[in-house]
């Protein structure tokens, strides 16, 4: 498919003129665009489950952004969600992405990379005949359902964070290197931060406890990471 053609946005921003700037460019790149300019309104058009990708601001008007994603993905709405946040600490993203983002800009952003997170969550996985369950250490991954199962939880994961993990999943052991995450994972070169990814692997760490998980994401400095597995923790 050449380019974008068909595909719905919705973008949940309170700032006019911002929203009319992204509105102008991404209906230039082909992209069909419907906004919201508060929390309330964003969230009953994003519960319709109708859009390819959704673009929501943290800040807004009636009801805060990470509330509106919390309330969409509890409605078990899967659409994938690029949250604009003008806080910039690591726990301020690890919060979105905690409440089912599935990656996140921090303001100001060039125009070119926000191209480049949506079309980067707006590719489908490739249905690649592989297996489903994924095993390491006491956790199981089901890829398709993009859910962990842990011998206490199963925990719902958003499409970036599944893929992430099944990459680890599929090569654990071995050393990954941050370029072949990027690669792997958001299909971009060099547009997403590298502390991003760090960003992504505190989430995981943070909620795959090692000694209920029998793993660890161990760092290999100024390369990437390994996911060792450790069952006697």
Not at 129 to 144: R, S
């Amino acid at each position: 498919m050449g380019g974008a053609h068909n595909m719905r946005l919705l973008l949940i921003e309170d700032e006019r003129r911002l929203s009319d700037a992204l509105v102008m460019i991404l209906e230039d790149n082909k992209y069909s665009v419907d906004t919201a300019y508060n929390g309330e309104s964003g969230q009953d058009m994003g519960e319709t489950g109708i859009y390819d990708v959704i673009i929501l601001d943290r800040m807004l008007p009636i009801k805060e952004g990470v509330e509106v994603l919390k309330a969409i993905r509890l409605k078990g709405i899967k659409t994938p969600v690029l949250l604009l946040t003008a806080k910039d600490s690591i726990e301020d993203r690890v919060d979105g992405l905690d409440a089912g983002a599935d990656d996140y800009l921090v303001k100001p952003f060039a125009t070119k990379e926000l191209l480049a997170r949506i079309r980067a969550l707006s590719r489908r996985q490739p249905t690649e005949i592989q297996e489903q369950n994924l095993k390491a250490g006491m956790l199981t991954l089901d890829v398709l359902r993009n859910e962990v199962t842990s011998p206490n939880e199963t925990i719902k994961l958003t499409y970036k964070k599944a893929q992430l993990l099944e990459l680890f999943f599929r090569k654990k052991g071995q050393v990954i290197t941050k370029e072949q995450i990027l690669d792997k994972v958001w299909g971009l070169k060099c547009v997403v931060e590298m502390n991003n990814i760090e960003i992504y692997i505190h989430y995981l760490r943070k909620k795959l406890d090692p000694k209920a998980c029998g793993i660890t994401f161990e760092t290999i400095r100024n390369i990437g990471y390994c996911l060792k597995e450790d069952i006697n923790v």
